[in-house]
């Protein structure tokens, strides 16, 4: 896992849980990410 990774998910701990970088380009960077806070059936239904 890379440092941002390891950084972003002790910085967001309890809330989302990075999954793995999806891509970057010019300034930003895109994440995967899990919901913490959802429930189980919830998290079914956006996928």
């Not at 999954?19 to 919830?42: S, W, Y």
């Amino acid at each position: 896992m890379s440092e941002a990774i390891t950084r972003l998910n002790a910085a967001l701990e309890g809330r989302y849980a990075i999954e793995r970088e999806l891509g970057e380009g010019g300034m930003a960077t895109v994440d995967l990410a899990e919901d913490m806070r959802l429930t189980p059936h919830q998290q079914e239904d956006t996928r």
